[in-house]
């Protein structure tokens, strides 16, 4: 099990950016598949992206391919989420997610979760 942390949400207007960090403790950092999720208000939880434990591959959601970039330190046990061109349907809380082994594109298959960051994109 590993414990994780974001940080890096807030608000931001339409057309701007921010990044996302999760801070990993716990076991080996570089075991794990990492990933981030979204819940919207009155939606259920959506994957966003992945990242494999080397960080050499990655996978994204179609809503946001081409805004938003995951990558990893793994000498940091760190993960972030760069996301640029912000609409307002990405305001959500956002989470951090592992699982070790392989990376996967579905919220439900990571068993470890942080407590999410609100991230709000006015219009």
């Known amino acids: 099990q590993v414990q994780l942390v974001e940080s890096g949400g807030g608000l931001v207007q339409s057309g701007g950016s921010l990044r996302l960090s999760c801070a990993a403790s716990?076991?080996?950092?570089?075991?794990?598949?990492m990933g981030w999720s979204r819940e919207a208000p009155g939606k259920e939880r959506e994957f966003v992206a992945a990242?494999?434990?080397?960080?050499?591959?990655?996978s994204y959601a179609d809503s946001v391919k081409g805004r938003f970039t995951i990558s990893r330190t793994n000498a940091r046990n760190t993960v972030y989420l760069q996301m640029n061109s912000l609409r307002p349907e990405d305001t959500a809380v956002y989470f951090c997610?592992?699982?070790?082994?392989?990376?996967?594109?579905?919220?439900?298959?990571?068993?470890?979760w942080g407590q999410g960051t609100q991230v709000t994109v006015s219009s």
């Open positions: 990242i494999s434990w080397s960080g050499g591959s990655t």
């Open positions: 997610a592992a699982r070790y082994g392989s990376i996967r594109s579905r919220a439900y298959e990571y068993a470890d």
């Open positions: 716990g076991r080996t950092f570089s075991s794990y598949s």
